[in-house]
């Protein structure tokens, strides 16, 4: 059974950091390709981020030199480190990763940037 399960999320200023994690289970998590993706309530969920086996990223623009991905395959965990946060990037972040012919979602974890 795949599970994933986000934390770190939180309420912070303007300009502050918050690091996300996600842990897996249930996958042989060093060969999958990772992502984290961001929903404001109402409206679809967007890309942020990627990272793949070989450890290769790739970013949103919006983020990009903001936001830093990450794994540990020995946690089989992947990490989104957010710096410089600003209020638009409030929202509810989920990672997800496919295996076997669908995609899978943690329950996601909320960030709230305040200014």
């Known amino acids: 059974q795949v599970r994933l399960v986000e934390r770190g999320g939180g309420l912070v200023e303007a300009g502050g950091s918050l690091r996300l994690s996600c842990a897996s289970s249930?996958?042989?998590?060093?060969?999958?390709?990772m992502n984290w993706y961001r929903q404001v309530t109402g409206n679809e969920r967007d890309f942020l981020a990627s990272?793949?086996?070989?450890?290769?990223?790739n970013y949103q623009d919006s983020v990009k030199g903001r936001f830093t991905i990450s794994r540990d395959n020995a946690r089989s965990t992947v990490y989104l480190q957010m710096n410089n946060l600003k209020p638009e990037d409030t929202a509810v972040y989920f990672c997800?990763?496919?295996?076997?012919?669908?995609?899978?979602w943690g329950q996601g974890t909320r960030v709230t940037v305040t200014s």
């Open positions: 997800s990763t496919y295996y076997k012919t669908r995609d899978y």
């Open positions: 249930g996958i042989n998590f060093r060969i999958h390709k």
């Open positions: 990272i793949n086996s070989d450890g290769s990223t």
